[in-house]
């Protein structure tokens, strides 16, 4: 089985390391779309063996969210024939599942075509460890509906994603089969720590263009101090351990599974309104 991984990067010296650690021992290629980092960002990925690094095109001069949601729609394409299942997420996004290799097997062999990951807003009060593996140590998070997104696809199945701005929404097209179950889990680390919330989102809000904030598109990048003090404060409230024993984080909680017909009924998503990197 090929797993192909792509994904955008700008100055994520700080996060890579647990990116990597995540999901090493299951992708076989990255592709990664470099938007101009000035820190250790392309050290790092250069020195990486699975990584093919490129440049990241602003195919809308003056929008970084429809450029990259152009770029979603379109870059996964190249793996037809060559991978058996494409992942499209973020530096911050781990897809978390027991066994997730294992899962992707029996997925393939009964016939699923895609599969969405139900999102969770991660908090932690400091920033992580170096050498912690994220989707264990820190699985404390609220669950968030923007953050339900479509990150695994058989890009021989698919014909088109048709990615809304920011992936939280995907209206495919081609050969689409979804589990019968939701499984896989998309934890986001943003909020690690409020010192690290603020810093990120102050880098993220300069490379916003003139459409971007038109649009208010990554309008949380613009937030003062005290706006992102509250949402820190609104999502440990909400949060609880995805991890816990007995817990079901799939579906407690948890609504607007677009990819369901029953979009909406799965109960109420106490999440941060902030969330996503692109949008």
């Known amino acids: 089985m090929t797993i192909d991984l792509y994904t955008i990067c700008w100055n994520e010296e700080a996060m890579l390391g647990f990116f990597f650690r995540h999901y090493d021992a299951l992708v076989d290629r990255y592709v990664v779309y470099d938007d101009g980092s000035t820190d250790a960002t392309l050290g790092i990925l250069q020195s990486h063996p699975k990584v093919e690094v490129r440049r990241f095109q602003r195919v809308v001069p003056d929008s970084y969210v429809a450029s990259a949601q152009r770029h979603h729609n379109s870059v996964w394409k190249e793996s037809r024939g060559r991978a058996d299942w494409v992942i499209m997420t973020a530096i911050d996004e781990h897809l978390k599942h027991p066994d997730l290799a294992a899962y992707l097997a029996r997925c393939k062999a009964d016939g699923v075509t895609l599969i969405p990951a139900i999102g969770y807003e991660m908090v932690t009060t400091s920033f992580p460890s170096a050498d912690e593996m994220l989707a264990h140590t820190r699985t404390v998070g609220a ?132 969330a996503g990197q692109d949008a």
Request: charged share 35%; proline share 5%.
């Open 143 to 274: 669950p968030l509906a923007k953050m339900n997104k479509l990150s695994i696809f058989d890009p021989n199945a698919v014909d088109d994603t048709n990615f809304e701005p920011g992936r939280h929404i995907a209206r495919p097209t081609g050969r689409i089969r979804y589990p019968e179950a939701d499984e896989v889990l998309n934890l986001h680390y943003k909020f690690l720590g409020i010192d690290y919330l603020v810093e990120r989102s102050r880098l993220l809000n300069t490379g916003l263009g003139a459409l971007d904030r038109e649009r208010r598109w990554g309008r949380q990048y613009e937030f003062s101090a005290a706006e992102h003090q509250q949402e820190f404060r609104k999502v440990r409230e909400a949060a609880r351990d995805t991890a816990a024993p007995g817990s079901d984080p799939t579906n407690r909680g948890v609504r607007k599974k677009w990819w369901r017909n029953r979009v909406g009924s799965e109960g109420e998503d106490h999440g941060a309104s902030s």
